[in-house]
C-alpha cells in the first residue's frame, strides 16, 4: 500500500511537472502610444495578449496550455472553425459574463453568442480597431480537390492596439488581399505546409505588405531557419521566432 500511495505522489508531481513546463511560455513587449502590449506564446496557432488593463486571447487551444491557469478573456478573437483554433473547452475556461468574443461566420454554429464577422468588416471592440481579413487557400488542397481553407470562410484579423497595427493571419496562403495590407507593425503568418503556407510563401507575403516585425506561427515542423535566410538582409523586416510549433 505505502508504494502504492508513493507511486500516486510521484505521478501527480510528475503531472504538475508537465503542466507548468507546458506553461512556461515566452513573451514579448511591444511598446504602443497607449501603453505596453505584452504578448504570450502559447504554442500552435494560440496566443494570449494583455493591453490596457485587458486580457485577449487568440484561437485558444487546450493542448499548447492549461487554461484553468490562464487570466480570464475580456476578448476571444476565433479565426476560423478547425478544432485547433475553436476549442470549446478551452474557450469555455477563460469566459467571463462579460466576455466579447469575435468569431468568422463559420464559428457561429458552435459560438452562437459571438459576435460574427465576414471578410472585409471593421468594427471597434472594446475600444479595439478590428478588420477581418480573408484566409483561405489558393494552392494547397485536400486530396478530394477542395481547399484546407475556402475564401470566406476564415478571417484573419487586424487589431489597432494603440498605435501598433498587429496582423494575426489564421490560416491562410499568401492571397492579395494579404499582400495589399498596409502599415502593419506586427505580423503573425502561419507556416506549415500543406495546410498553409511555405516559408517561400511568407517571404513572398512579407515584402509585399512589409511588416516590421514578423513571427512566423503555427509552423509544425517547418526548419524556421529557411526563413531567416530568406528575409535575411531584408531591411525594415525584423524576423523573430519563437515557441510556436
Do not use: W
Not at 511591444?30 to 502590449?37: E, F, M, R, S
Not at 494603440?162 to 499568401?174: H, L, P, Q, S
Not at 506586427?186 to 516585425?213: G, H, W
Not at 515542423?221 to 535575411?232: F, R
Request: with cysteine; net charge neutral; glycine share 10%.
Amino acid at each position: 500500500m505505502d508504494k502504492l500511495v508513493l507511486a500516486v505522489c510521484f505521478l501527480a508531481l510528475g503531472l504538475a511537472g508537465f503542466a507548468a513546463a507546458r506553461q512556461k511560455s515566452e513573451k514579448d513587449v511591444i511598446p504602443t502610444a497607449k501603453g505596453a502590449l505584452e504578448i504570450t506564446f502559447l504554442g500552435h496557432g494560440t496566443l494570449m495578449m494583455t493591453f490596457g488593463g485587458k486580457t485577449v486571447h487568440v484561437d485558444p487551444y487546450g493542448e499548447v496550455a492549461d487554461y484553468g491557469s490562464l487570466p480570464k478573456a475580456d476578448l476571444v478573437l476565433i479565426t476560423h472553425d478547425h478544432f485547433d483554433h475553436l476549442d470549446l473547452k478551452a474557450c469555455k475556461a477563460i469566459l467571463k459574463t462579460d466576455t466579447t468574443v469575435v468569431g468568422s461566420k463559420a464559428c457561429a454554429a458552435q459560438l452562437p453568442d459571438a459576435l460574427t464577422m465576414a471578410n472585409g468588416d471593421s468594427r471597434t471592440v472594446l475600444g479595439l480597431m478590428i478588420e477581418a481579413v480573408p484566409a483561405y487557400n489558393i494552392v494547397n488542397k485536400r486530396p478530394g480537390g477542395g481547399p484546407f481553407h475556402p475564401n470566406g470562410e476564415g478571417n484573419g484579423y487586424v487589431v489597432a492596439f494603440g498605435d501598433k497595427r498587429v496582423y494575426i493571419a489564421g490560416d491562410t496562403e499568401n492571397t492579395p488581399e494579404m499582400k495589399a495590407l498596409k502599415n502593419i507593425d506586427v505580423a503573425f503568418l502561419p507556416m506549415n505546409l500543406p495546410y498553409t503556407m511555405s516559408p517561400e510563401m511568407v517571404a513572398d507575403a512579407a515584402r509585399a505588405f512589409r511588416p516590421k516585425i514578423l513571427y512566423p506561427y503555427h509552423y509544425g515542423d517547418t526548419d524556421t531557419a529557411k526563413i531567416m535566410e530568406l528575409l535575411k538582409g531584408e531591411k525594415g523586416i525584423e524576423v523573430r521566432i519563437r515557441k510556436l510549433s
